[in-house]
């Protein structure tokens, strides 16, 4: 069974710094996404960052990247130079296939609260 | 329309009753999902379509539960004799096509259960 685990409890970070956010998968598909949302306190969910279990190289979008361990089966996602916006709830999730049909599936989230 | 647009926003209703919940996906999107997430819990899937198709309905807590989308656009989520443990935050998600990258969520509609 595919399955997602993030296990961090609440992390303060101190703004201007990097944090980083642990996340192991489980899978069987040789062929596999992985994606990283943000959930603020508005409760939206945020697109942050993708990374293929084929691309040769971790993703990077702006201040976001993903630290991919492909052997080790994690995903772990990278904020450079926190800022207060930044605290949320931050989700990861992998694209897995049943039967012919996509879906993704939700880790339990990591906390952030970025201190001035 | 621009985004993933959901309604209600919120919805009180009393046990028993039953509810249904509107999503309006991203125009021309063809695959829309349905999820369900729970206070301090990463959504959980119910269900998805591609255009009119209900492709996966597997995540469908029991047969309370029920989804549609007749003309491959919007689609509605309906929740018969509603419980308490229904309540939760009900999202849903388009993507342009089956298999596509990246799910856009729409704000989600909080169902409260009294």
């Known amino acids: 069974a595919q399955k997602i685990t993030q296990t961090q409890p609440g992390m303060f970070v101190q703004e201007k710094e990097a944090v980083t956010l642990d996340c192991t998968y489980d899978?069987?598909?040789?062929?596999?996404?992985l994606f990283w949302y943000k959930q603020p306190s508005s409760g939206e969910m945020i697109f942050l960052i993708y990374?293929?279990?084929?691309?040769?190289q971790n993703a990077t979008e702006g201040r976001y990247s993903l630290n991919f361990q492909k052997a080790r089966k994690s995903a772990n996602l990278v904020i450079s130079a926190s800022q207060l916006g930044d605290s949320a709830m931050y989700f990861c999730?992998?694209?897995?296939?049943?039967?012919?049909?996509?879906?993704?599936?939700f880790g339990k989230g990591n906390q952030v609260v970025v201190i001035p | 329309g621009a985004g993933v647009s959901q309604s209600p926003r919120y919805k009180v209703t009393k046990r028993g009753q039953d509810v249904a919940l509107r999503c309006d996906p991203i125009s021309g999107h063809v695959s829309l999902y349905w999820y369900r997430q729970a206070l301090g819990q990463g959504p959980e899937f119910l269900t998805y379509f591609n255009y009119e198709a209900q492709q996966d309905k597997s995540g469908l807590p029991n047969d309370r539960f029920s989804a549609e989308r007749p003309e491959g656009s919007i689609s509605t989520l309906t929740i018969q004799r509603t419980e308490q443990r229904d309540s939760a935050m009900y999202r849903c998600a388009s993507s342009p096509a089956t298999g596509a990258n990246v799910l856009t969520f729409g704000a989600g509609s909080r169902l409260t259960v009294l």
């Open positions: 999730a992998m694209r897995v296939t049943l039967y012919g049909n996509n879906r993704l599936a």
């Open positions: 990374q293929g279990s084929y691309d040769q």
């Open positions: 899978t069987s598909d040789p062929s596999y996404g």
